[in-house]
């Protein structure tokens, strides 16, 4: 081999070499920029997933919520169903008394109802010295349409007497039918004057609701022990 070739030789070499380093070098950078890459895709993908995990939690957490509040709701309205149908009935069963029990019940309503109207047109005479009362007070007795005709008059006898035992200084006091009629399913409207006492089975039973419904609830929905 004469001195040329060995000089390409030499070159050759030379290049291959530098080649190969370049080529190391390249290598190591591009690994370099995969594991970078690959690290801050793994990055990336953990905070995706960590993200979605806390919002399917969310999720989770909000639909057990509305489910614990829907089933709340559904037992609310459950409750207060059976509790307008338990109201419901007691009412419905007033008005299937006998005439009898009936014409004593809505006497004794309108009884109440008179002493206590005259008791209060006595105070207003005694402390603001009101003359507006007559000396045979009146009343008027309104009625539903098929109690009117059924027991209406019986009713005022009743009521009448029952107030002239219970105050003989009352005992002239006037009640008769009225001719119109109430939009009641039972029981009666006292009329005085201008002023009306509301003495219908609904009224009455919404007056016992306000004093008994917690009761009539745990008659309906008894706690489990």
Do not use: W
């Amino acid at each position: 081999m004469n001195n040329l070739d060995l000089i390409v030789q030499k070159i050759r070499t030379e290049a291959e070499e530098k080649a190969a380093g370049c080529r190391a070098r390249t290598d190591a950078e591009i690994q370099s920029l995969l594991d970078a890459a690959d690290k801050e895709a793994a990055e990336k993908a953990a905070a995706i997933t960590a993200a979605t995990d806390a919002e399917c939690r969310r999720i989770a957490s909000r639909a057990e919520s509305g489910a614990v509040m829907g089933r709340r709701e559904m037992l609310l309205r459950a409750k207060v169903k059976k509790l307008e149908d338990a109201f419901g009935r007691a009412e419905a069963s007033l008005t299937e008394l006998s005439a009898e029990e009936y014409t004593t019940l809505l006497a004794g309503l309108l009884a109440g109802a008179m002493l206590e109207r005259l008791g209060s047109v006595e105070h207003l005479v005694e402390t603001y010295g009101e003359t507006e009362s007559a000396e045979t007070p009146v009343f008027e007795a309104v009625f539903n349409e098929k109690d009117r005709a059924a027991v209406g008059d019986a009713v005022c006898r009743e009521a009448v007497s029952r107030l002239g035992k219970a105050e003989p200084r009352f005992k002239r006091t006037h009640l008769s039918v009225s001719e119109k009629t109430a939009a009641i399913a039972g029981g009666v409207i006292l009329r005085y004057g201008d002023i009306e006492t509301n003495c219908s089975l609904a009224s009455l039973l919404g007056n016992v609701r306000t004093d008994r419904e917690a009761d009539v609830l745990r008659a309906l929905f008894p706690v489990k022990e």
